[in-house]
């Protein structure tokens, strides 16, 4: 059913991984070998529209419109017990857009999961890793774990998954890589190489169907998947290691299951079957000591209440170690919240700086104002002294000089009369004289 090839990760032959080509793409940048909007070994769905395959990715949520469904189903299962998968994948959107993007390994996924993200899903069985902005952060990576028994269409979300991270996803510009893998004793999922979360409580059986579905809102995120490679350290699922006991990631007791479900929502077991659990069977009731007659009852007595104290010593033990596990988990969270708690307090103290600036750039631009209006009024005070003393000088010198040439103008006027008058008085003499004649 499978086609591998080796991936050397290294120059020893331990070092050597195998792709499951019925359960990868794009890991060649090549995600429709024959360009037909088509992913071998995969199936597409889509409500509206099916996801739009291109050349080096595919769109599973566009930019515009919004409220879209999508997803990604391998028609083949994963029959190996220990995998290395890797998800390159990249969201953009505007401020304040929404969406998830959701990674299963389930039973009779693209039937019983279809377009469907962990708010939507009902029931299920296997495995969610789910990228969102849950809690109003940057980003957030949290794995969930089914049995088949809740119907998470029905249930709150809050408070279900075994495992988060904070991841700052969105608008990055560049793909992000979601690693997840399970060895024979530890799951774990790392982004971008960082480690998100690991727990040695969770295996994964053989069997199970490897998907990829996102929604958006009614502001959308648009969701690309670049790649989808899934790795096994062997070519045979057999010759993969398959330990008979499932541990649940609440730290339960193990349960000797032969490929059974996992999980946190996996029934434990009766309690008489757990050593130093209080059941009946662990319960010795108390006896007359006069009852006790020979030494082989005495010995038989004796044997059985040590047991008894063993058996509650190795309760006690045990609740020890998964009280140290929670309180490790609850360091570590209170490690976080210090760490957010004083990323806020530098931001504060940044605040306070700048609030400090602020005031000290508006005392300045008051000073300028007050010395620009003082300037400006300087100014006006000396052109109008400039003024006034111009005016007063060129109304003195207009004066003077329109002053004497009006005196030689009435002069003129004044004296051209005079000799007009003498002229004409002479002329009238003239003529009233008698006349001589010779």
């Avoid at 028994?149 to 029905?154: A, E, H, L, R, V």
């Avoid at 998907?211 to 009614?218: E, K, N, P, Q, R």
């Amino acid at each position: 059913m499978r086609s591998l090839f080796a991936f050397i990760m290294g120059l020893s032959p331990a070092a050597a991984q195998y792709l499951v080509n019925d359960l990868s793409f794009g890991y060649d940048n090549r995600i429709s070998p024959n360009n037909d909007a088509s992913i071998p070994g995969f199936s597409l769905q889509g409500k509206p529209n099916t996801p739009e395959v291109l050349s080096n990715r595919v769109i599973l949520t566009p930019p515009a419109p919004g409220n879209q469904r999508a997803a990604i189903w391998a028609e083949n299962a994963l029959q190996h017990t220990i995998w290395t998968a890797d998800v390159d994948f990249r969201a953009n959107g505007p401020e304040r857009a929404g969406g998830n993007l959701n990674i299963w390994l389930v039973k009779d996924g693209a039937q019983g999961v279809g377009t469907s993200s962990i708010y939507t899903v009902g029931k299920f069985e296997g495995l969610a890793l789910v990228i969102d902005t849950y809690g109003g952060g940057g980003g957030m990576v949290r794995g969930f774990l089914n049995d088949g028994s809740k119907d998470y269409n029905k249930i709150s979300v809050d408070g279900q998954s075994f495992g988060n991270c904070d991841h700052a996803y969105r608008n990055l510009g560049r793909p992000s890589q979601i690693k997840f893998r399970q060895t024979t004793d530890n799951f774990k999922v790392e982004i971008d190489g960082q480690l998100c979360f690991e727990s040695n409580k969770i295996r994964i059986p053989a069997g199970y169907k490897i998907g990829l579905t996102a929604a958006s809102a009614d502001n959308p995120d648009s969701f690309e998947i670049f790649k989808l490679v899934v790795m096994t350290d062997n070519v045979d699922p057999s010759q993969d290691q398959n330990p008979q006991k499932v541990l649940s990631p609440e730290g339960g007791i193990p349960q000797a299951q032969e490929g059974g479900i996992f999980g946190q929502a996996a029934a434990n077991p009766p309690a008489a079957a757990i050593p130093g659990s209080g059941a009946v069977s662990d319960n010795i009731a108390d006896a007359d000591a006069g009852s006790i007659t020979s030494s082989a009852a005495q010995f038989a007595d004796l044997h059985t209440r040590l047991q008894s104290v063993t058996h509650h010593i190795a309760s006690i033990s045990q609740k020890m170690a998964q009280q140290d596990i929670t309180s490790e988990a609850r360091q570590a969270e209170l490690k976080s919240q210090f760490s957010d708690l004083r990323g806020l307090l530098d931001k504060l103290d940044k605040l306070d700086s700048m609030e400090r600036k602020i005031t000290n750039l508006e005392g300045e631009l008051r000073r300028l104002k007050g010395d620009v209006t003082s300037k400006v009024t300087n100014s006006e005070k000396s052109i109008k002294s400039l003024v006034a003393d111009t005016h007063t000088t060129l109304h003195e010198t207009v004066k003077a000089h329109a002053s004497s040439g009006h005196g030689r103008l009435i002069a003129v006027i004044i004296g051209s009369q005079v000799v007009l008058g003498g002229a004409y008085i002479v002329y009238k003499r003239r003529k009233s004289s008698p006349k001589k004649y010779l």
